[in-house]
């Protein structure tokens, strides 16, 4: 035991005497820097082999996919031959279907340009004739655009007196501004409709709503072309009586409302059957 004592204290005696302490620190230095390169690679030697796994499994995924690939190619394949041999037979046409497609295409660009052009005709035309329009004569008058059509009502308390089918002075007035408007788009066509409520008439000579809505129509159509200088070839009357109404007869206030003359400003009939002659035939 003394003796083993002995040959320790020696070695620690022979090693510290033959190294520097500057040497070993350096050398212990050096020994901490290759342990924690050695641990940096062990880390990334198990990361390598999880990817690995990873790819493996990848690698299996894309052999399945790719035989699914091929199955879809030849389904289409087939497809494809089946297209092939219809146009040869002549059951398939394919160059005349581009040219039916085609001319569609052309066609619907038309009408939708046409209904563009049309829709902003009718705010500026709407928006011109309220401007004309006092706050008063408003009251009386609702305008709207629908479905790419003008409607002006016109209350009958405003354009006819009571009962009756002959046009107020006042409405004139009214009825000039209304006229402006109409000259300023000569290639629309107007429509007058006149509307009554659902009470009986009894008059000499007005058998019933139909014949009043009728006379009070013709009558606006007859101020609009004697007096305004509208051309009479761009215009329709219509009596629609008690069957168009707007609100219900069972109240005065809804009465007053039914009782009407709407004049319609719409585009040309001509012209938009015109437009439909030049849908192109299969």
Known sequence: MKKTLLLAGASVFLLTSCVSKKKY???????????????????????CNSDVASLQ????????????DKESVKVLENALDKCLNAQSSGSMNITKLIEQIDSSNKYIKQLINSKNKSDSLNLVLTNNLTKSLSREELKDIDV?????VVFISLSDNML????????????????????????????????????????PISRENIRNNWDLSALRASSVVQALQTKHGVDPKRMTAGGRGEYNSVATNATPAGR????????????????????????PTE
Not at 167 to 192: E, G, H, Q, R
């Open 25 to 47: 620190d350096d050398l212990q230095a050096q020994f901490d820097g290759v342990y924690q390169s050695k641990q940096s690679l062990s880390n990334e030697l198990t990361k």
């Open 57 to 68: 499994a990848q690698l299996e995924g894309v052999k399945n996919l790719s035989q699914s």
């Open 144 to 148: 709207q655009v629908q479905k790419g």
């Open 160 to 199: 006819y007196r009571s009962g009756s089918y002959e046009i107020s002075p006042a409405a004139n007035d009214v009825l000039s501004k209304i006229a402006k408007i109409i000259k300023d788009y000569p290639t629309y066509d107007v429509m007058v409709e006149g509307n009554t409520d659902n009470v």
């Open 256 to 279: 007053n409302k039914n009782r009407r003359t709407e004049i319609i400003i719409l585009p040309n009939l001509d012209q938009f059957m015109e437009l439909i002659g030049q849908a």
